[in-house]
């Protein structure tokens, strides 16, 4: 890559990075993204100027990715990607005309995200709930994360992200800071306010460190508890419930949403709860029970 062109892919980052507010993992993937496309237009071995990129070559980038059976998810965001780019280097003066402006990407299929069933939900933190009894530290927050996630829905990256000034156990709220920076905030129960304190007076200080700083949920070593020990967390604890099935995080975040909706929760309340910009994102959640569906038509219908 000549040096013009990393000079340009280091602002697109810098600009990512703090005018975008962009995580680490999105600003991996826009440059992954770039990187592939740049190997494709420079596969004669001559670099193109960006300034003579057409349509119709991420067209051609992205017919290549789809015959080689590229998920039409995976397409769609590498389509946002080039979008994202070219739309930046029109406004800072890299490009004059931006080639991405008629580029569609296929739409991506809506499947239903995999849930617990809320007995599952709730032998998942009766595990972790015995698990505690010992009163080893880990144990303590293990049962605190586990109790949080399934309580707020929030992202692994946000809980993780958590500092012991954004917990207000008065009012059973936490500070998130989501996407884009923008901030929110998120109730929670009695259970998760009791392993949470549970925590922070018997396990927290018996693992906290010079160089824990604020961080709320820390590692056996005292640092920042990192997202893929909550994935690992998750994954471990789910396997003592039988047959429920294998999530992540993620998975307790679905199901904590798909179980307020079963609840009779306000869909804007819940896109308000999980941090969704567009409502159509939480709609994805309304998979609810045919019986309770059907136990509202009989209450609301006057010839059910």
């Known amino acids: 890559?000549?040096?013009?062109?990393?000079?340009?892919?280091?602002?697109?980052?810098?600009?990512?990075?703090?005018?975008?507010?962009?995580?680490?993992?999105?600003?991996?993937?826009?440059?992954?993204?770039?990187r592939d496309l740049f190997a494709h237009l420079d596969g004669d071995g001559d670099e193109t100027p960006l300034a003579e990129v057409r349509l119709a070559d991420l067209r051609e980038w992205l017919g290549v990715l789809a015959a080689g059976g590229a998920a039409r998810s995976t397409i769609a965001r590498r389509s946002a990607s080039l979008r994202t780019f070219f739309g930046w280097a029109v406004r800072a003066d890299h490009v004059d005309i931006d080639p991405s402006l008629r580029l569609v990407a296929p739409k991506r299929h809506r499947?239903?995200?995999?849930?617990?069933?809320?007995?599952?939900?709730?032998?998942?933190?009766d595990v972790a709930a015995v698990a505690a009894d010992d009163d080893d530290p880990v144990h303590l927050r293990n049962r605190a994360v586990l109790e949080l996630l399934y309580a707020t829905g929030v992202r692994v990256g946000e809980l993780t992200g958590l500092d012991v000034d954004d917990l207000d156990l008065e009012i059973d709220v936490i500070r998130v800071i989501g996407k884009g920076d923008k901030e929110r905030r998120v109730p929670f129960g009695r259970p998760?306010?009791?392993?949470?304190?549970?925590w922070l007076q018997r396990g927290r200080p018996r693992?906290?460190?010079?160089?824990?700083?604020?961080?709320?949920?820390?590692?056996?070593?005292?640092?920042?508890?990192?997202?893929?020990?909550?994935?690992?967390l998750v994954h471990d604890m789910l396997a003592h419930v039988p047959d429920?099935?294998?999530?992540?995080?993620?998975?307790?975040?679905?199901?904590?949403?798909?179980?307020?909706l079963e609840g009779g929760a306000d869909l804007r309340m819940v896109q308000e709860l999980l941090g969704h910009a567009s409502l159509s994102t939480?709609?994805?959640?309304?998979?609810?029970?045919?019986e309770r569906l059907t136990s509202s038509y009989v209450q609301a219908h006057p010839r059910a």
């Open 207 to 232: 693992l906290v460190v010079a160089g824990s700083g604020a961080a709320l949920f820390l590692g056996r070593r005292g640092g920042r508890l990192d997202p893929r020990q909550v994935r690992t």
């Open 1 to 34: 890559m000549s040096a013009s062109r990393q000079a340009t892919v280091d602002a697109f980052e810098r600009h990512l990075r703090a005018e975008r507010g962009r995580s680490p993992h999105t600003v991996r993937a826009y440059l992954a993204d770039l």
């Open 192 to 198: 998760a306010r009791e392993a949470l304190h549970a």
């Open 282 to 290: 939480t709609q994805i959640y309304t998979h609810v029970s045919i």
């Open 111 to 125: 499947t239903l995200p995999p849930v617990l069933a809320k007995d599952d939900a709730v032998g998942l933190l």
């Open 244 to 260: 429920a099935p294998d999530l992540g995080p993620h998975g307790l975040r679905h199901s904590a949403a798909t179980h307020l």
